[in-house]
């Protein structure tokens, strides 16, 4: 049996949930390496150009983007789908897809999370108060104003069972939480009931309960917390 | 014979263009409406939530984000194909895609083209002269570092056809060319190179033709100039 794959990059980061929820759907052993981009030498760089997570590693064979790995094991293993077939369906969900990471991403991630998060209790510096207004007061409201109209009411967006575009948009709604920002269920009840059905479904919920606990770890030992997580999924398989 | 497509966003724009090349690689009948996204009307909210070109519509049918559109115009039509058909090839063609999209798009397209040209010729201001140095100093010439050492000597990425990866990056560079910035072929001489045999190769050669003449004229004629270039290719198919 061959080496099993590596990526690089915290669970915490929904970017590296991406590419872990796409391993555990098509049951692909892994370990991880959960290195933070802020943090990693400069040679980092060799094996991240824009030095982002999450790497996926396969031997020598190094890919970057956690769309373009999803779409990698996708094409590269049967069994459970994660786009949906029909082209025009699969062109949705790669809008979706790319919607999430860029635009949410960009308001969440970089906008709330960084600035919220990361800045002050990991680089101690103080967050740009400006950002988080505008992200908080403007951009995501709009972005919930879009996705309630887009939503399905009851399911997901291809059927009964979330693909990536549902996981990939959801997902990031954890680290808006993580930086207090929650979707308000009376403005946008669509929204939030399509969350709720997500954050309860596999591999999801278990990724955030490990991406809660981190949250809390220290990072000398988060390795040891994942490699907990990654043994018990072993022994389950 | 069904409706042809349109596509919604002038020729000046590389993701416009990419949209552009794959129709034409494909063989597909198009019509281009070339809206500027800052001058269209509050409704175009509607066929485009973040407000960007190119709008792919085939009667009801919308489609954003230029990737997404080559994408399904890859999944539906055959011919001459725009990705590398094996799944480690296709990833890096995402991926350097991706690149072109997100970062080169970021510093070229709103770092450069849109400071120097588009805000004091379209919109009558002053450009962000911060912005414009960091990405004119910092982030485009390490942008083509990272070139230089992973595009080929001769020929292009996938071989010796140019593919939607080759596509989309060197298209970026007439833009960063319209903003006064010239790769300087004696400090990255590989990526000078492929971005002159890209410029050459069709379609790209004669969009490039049709964008530069678009620069030089004003709106009102801009539609004319556009329905008498997709005349002369539709004599020509």
Same mark, same amino acid.
């Given at each position: 049996?061959? /080496?099993?794959?590596?990526?690089?990059?915290s669970p915490v980061s929904p970017y590296v949930r991406k590419a872990m929820i796409a391993l555990e759907v098509k049951g692909v052993p892994y370990r991880?390496?959960?290195?933070?981009?802020?943090?990693?030498?400069?040679?980092?760089?060799?094996?991240?150009?824009?030095?982002?997570?999450?790497?996926?590693? %396969?031997?020598?064979?190094?890919?970057?983007?956690?769309?373009?790995?999803?779409?990698?094991? =996708?094409?590269?293993?049967?069994?459970?789908?994660?786009?949906?077939?029909?082209?025009?369906?699969?062109?949705?969900?790669r809008w979706f897809e790319e919607y999430a990471d860029d635009h949410l991403g960009r308001n969440v991630v970089f906008g709330l999370f960084f600035q919220?998060?990361?800045?002050?209790?990991?680089?101690?510096?103080?967050?740009d108060k400006e950002m988080i207004r505008k992200a908080e007061e403007e951009t995501l409201p709009a972005a919930l104003d879009y996705l309630e109209g887009?939503?399905?009411?009851?399911?997901?967006?291809?059927? %009964? *069972?979330?693909?990536?575009?549902?996981?990939?948009?959801?997902?990031?709604?954890?680290?808006?939480?993580?930086?207090?920002? =929650?979707?308000?269920?009376?403005?946008?009840?669509?929204?939030?009931?399509? *969350?709720?059905?997500?954050?309860?479904?596999?591999?999801?919920? *278990?990724?955030?309960?490990?991406? %809660?606990?981190?949250?809390?770890?220290?990072?000398?030992?988060?390795?040891?917390?994942? %490699?907990?997580?990654?043994? /018990?999924?072993?022994?389950?398989?």
């Amino acid at each position: 049996m061959s /080496e099993p794959v590596t990526i690089i990059g915290s669970p915490v980061s929904p970017y590296v949930r991406k590419a872990m929820i796409a391993l555990e759907v098509k049951g692909v052993p892994y370990r991880i390496d959960p290195q933070i981009p802020f943090l990693t030498p400069p040679e980092f760089t060799q094996i991240s150009p824009l030095r982002r997570v999450p790497v996926y590693l %396969d031997g020598p064979f190094v890919l970057n983007d956690s769309s373009v790995i999803c779409e990698y094991l =996708e094409e590269t293993h049967g069994g459970t789908p994660l786009y949906p077939a029909e082209p025009r369906w699969r062109a949705k969900a790669r809008w979706f897809e790319e919607y999430a990471d860029d635009h949410l991403g960009r308001n969440v991630v970089f906008g709330l999370f960084f600035q919220k998060v990361i800045r002050p209790f990991v680089l101690k510096e103080e967050g740009d108060k400006e950002m988080i207004r505008k992200a908080e007061e403007e951009t995501l409201p709009a972005a919930l104003d879009y996705l309630e109209g887009v939503l399905p009411e009851v399911g997901f967006l291809f059927g %009964d *069972r979330p693909m990536m575009a549902d996981f990939a948009m959801s997902t990031m709604l954890l680290n808006a939480r993580y930086a207090g920002f =929650e979707v308000d269920a009376a403005r946008w009840p669509t929204v939030a009931g399509w *969350r709720d059905r997500c954050f309860k479904a596999e591999p999801l919920a *278990r990724l955030h309960a490990l991406s %809660d606990t981190l949250m809390t770890t220290r990072r000398n030992d988060m390795q040891g917390v994942i %490699d907990a997580y990654l043994a /018990e999924r072993q022994s389950a398989a």
